[in-house]
């Protein structure tokens, strides 16, 4: 999973990748 900006979390794969970018991004 890539790092996406915060402001795009939601409209990235949220559901089903929550758990990874949670690390990646420390948000969510």
Do not use: A, D, H, M
Not at 15 to 23: A, F, G, I, V
């Amino acid at each position: 999973v890539k790092f996406y900006p915060r402001k795009n979390i939601q409209s990235k794969n949220y559901n089903s990748n929550s758990q990874t970018l949670n690390k990646c991004t420390g948000e969510g």
